[in-house]
Structures are given as structure tokens and as C-alpha cells.
């Protein structure tokens, strides 16, 4: 697919786009700043992209970058959902206006656009319920309006999916294509975290599924490059993926 990528100078973004290109995916960079990124690639990896310098906050740069460079498929890493409940970052302005740009960009092409964003772990639900585990332990809540929005859109207006990741920390600083990664592929499902440990301090009252979660949540844990691949090799099944429409938990095989 051609692929507008947004943050591709953040931990996550600058792993997806080398991904990417292994993938066999044309890559379109929208960025700050044409410089850093070119500063972290290598230079033969860079030579094989396009960049379009904007901002992630306005939806009528992001529109007119996917519909001039005939983009099928946009993916975002951009911005950070802040930790703490009380917190505010620029996450949900960066979420809001990429999802109009998209919706827009559809609707004018004609075509649902696919679309791959970031979430966290605490959007899924806790297994066997439609309670999201941020509900029991309440950080980065700025990822829950994200979710809000996509599941408020009209039927058929985006193809969306939300990566929903643990802890993510690099294998490596080696952005060259094709990526190799010791680490294997991440087990992904939709909704809810893959492998979750019920125990059976669920049932102490009150506290006891927060317990369960605080335990469970190091599992999730995995690297950058894992996630990157997972989100470049669904591309590749465009529009029919089983992931459209839906939050995805992931966690690594060896766990
Ligand atoms: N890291 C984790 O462990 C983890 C876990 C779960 C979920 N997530 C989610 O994953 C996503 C990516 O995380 P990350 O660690 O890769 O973040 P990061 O390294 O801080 O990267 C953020 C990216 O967003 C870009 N950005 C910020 N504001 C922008 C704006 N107004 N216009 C254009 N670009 C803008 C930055 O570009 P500049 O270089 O120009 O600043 C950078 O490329 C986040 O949504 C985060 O909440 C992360």
C-alpha cells in the first residue's frame, strides 16, 4: 500500500517505517521536521521515501498530503497520551484531527481509507466484560476519547484499528531495511489482551482485579520492532484484515 506515516521521528514511528518498506509498502513521512528524520535513517533508507513537512494538528494539511500523494493507507504514531489521569498532553488535538483528515480524505476518494493508530493496554476490555482494564487502574486516559471517536464514526467511513501495546523498549537502534528482529512475532487478538493470567486474587474485594492487572501488566511488555511489524505485515492484507474496526492486545510469543 502507499502509507502517510505520521511521527515517524518517535521511538515507535522510526521502527514502522523501515518496517514498512521491508513490507514492500511506499512510504510517505509527514513530519516537523524533514531534517531529524533524516538524521536517524540511513541514508540508503531514506533515499527511498517521500517527506511532507506539517503538523499533525492540522486536518486540512493531513487531508491534502494523503489525497496528492494518492495515500490508500495512513498510520500514526504521533504525539503521547499523558500518564497520570489529571495530566493533559496534545495527544487527543494530534488523534482528533488525523481521524478528520482521514474520514475526509475517504469520503472525497470515494473509498473508506485504511488507517492503523496507537492506543495502550488499559483500552481493552478486561477478559469475559466490556469494562476497559483502565477502568480498574486509570492512566493514560486520553487513549479512551481516541477509542470514543472511532467507534462513534459512521459505518464505512474509516477502516481503522488501534494497536493497543504494554511497554514498548527498543531491540536496537538499526533502522536499516530489510529489519531483522531476534525477538518473533507478536500473538495479536482483537478487544482484549491475548494469554491474560486470571489469579485468584480477582476476588478480593474492591481491589482485587486491580491486583490481578498490576501483576499481568509486565507481561505485555515488548519491543518497538514487534509492534512495528505486526502493524507493516497486516497492511499487506489492506482493506481485508481481521483487525478493521477493532482495539488490538498483543503480547509476545515467548510469554
Ligand atoms: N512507548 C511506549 O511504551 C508506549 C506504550 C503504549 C502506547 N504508546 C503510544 O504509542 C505512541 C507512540 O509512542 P512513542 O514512544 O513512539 O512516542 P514518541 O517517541 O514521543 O514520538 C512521538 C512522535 O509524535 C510526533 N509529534 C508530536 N507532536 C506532533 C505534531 N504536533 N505534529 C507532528 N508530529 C508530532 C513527534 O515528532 P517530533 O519529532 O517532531 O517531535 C514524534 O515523531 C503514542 O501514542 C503512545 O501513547 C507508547
Known amino acids: 500500500m502507499k502509507v502517510l506515516l505520521l511521527g515517524a521521528t518517535g521511538n515507535l514511528g522510526s521502527r514502522i ?14 513530519v516537523r521536521s524533514a531534517q531529524k528524520l533524516q538524521s536517524l535513517l540511513p541514508e540508503s533508507v531514506f533515499r527511498q521515501i517521500t517527506t511532507i513537512k506539517g503538523d499533525a494538528t492540522d486536518v486540512n494539511a493531513i487531508k ?5 500523494s494518492k495515500c490508500d493507507a495512513i498510520v500514526t504514531a504521533a504525539g ?8 493533559k498532553s496534545d495527544l487527543p488535538k494530534i488523534f482528533q484531527a488525523i481521524l478528520q483528515a482521514v474520514r475526509q480524505a475517504g469520503e472525497e ?6 488507517f492503523w493508530c496507537l492506543g495502550g493496554t488499559g483500552v481493552l476490555y478486561y477478559p469475559g466484560t ?8 486509570p492512566v493514560f486516559l486520553e487513549h479512551r476519547q481516541n477509542v470514543a471517536l472511532l467507534r462513534e464514526l459512521p459505518p464505512n467511513s474509516v477502516d481503522w484499528s488501534m494497536l493497543c501495546p504494554g511497554n514498548m523498549t527498543p531491540e536496537s537502534s538499526d533502522f536499516n531495511v530489510p529489519t ?7 500473538i495479536a487478538q482483537a478487544a482484549n489482551p491475548p494469554s491474560w493470567q486470571h489469579l485468584w486474587v480477582r476476588f ?25 511489524e505486526l502493524i507493516a505485515a497486516d497492511l499487506e492484507e489492506g482493506h481485508d484484515s481481521r483487525f478493521v474496526g477493532t482495539t488490538v492486545g498483543i503480547i509476545s510469543g515467548s510469554k
Open 180 to 186: 531483522k528482529t531476534s525477538q518473533g512475532k507478536l
Open 204 to 228: 478480593i474485594p474492591v481491589i482485587g482485579k486491580s491486583i490481578e492487572m498490576a501483576i499481568n501488566f509486565s507481561r505485555y511488555d515488548t519491543k518497538l520492532e514487534q509492534n512495528a
Open 109 to 114: 476518494r470515494g473509498q473508506p481509507l485504511r
Open 64 to 68: 491534502t498530503a494523503i489525497l496528492d
Open 17 to 30: 517505517l523501515p518496517a514498512l518498506l521491508t513490507h514492500g509498502h511506499t512510504v510517505v513521512a509527514y
Open 80 to 87: 503521547v497520551a499523558a500518564m497520570a489521569p489529571w495530566a
Open 130 to 137: 466490556q469494562s476497559m482494564l483502565s477502568s480498574y487502574i
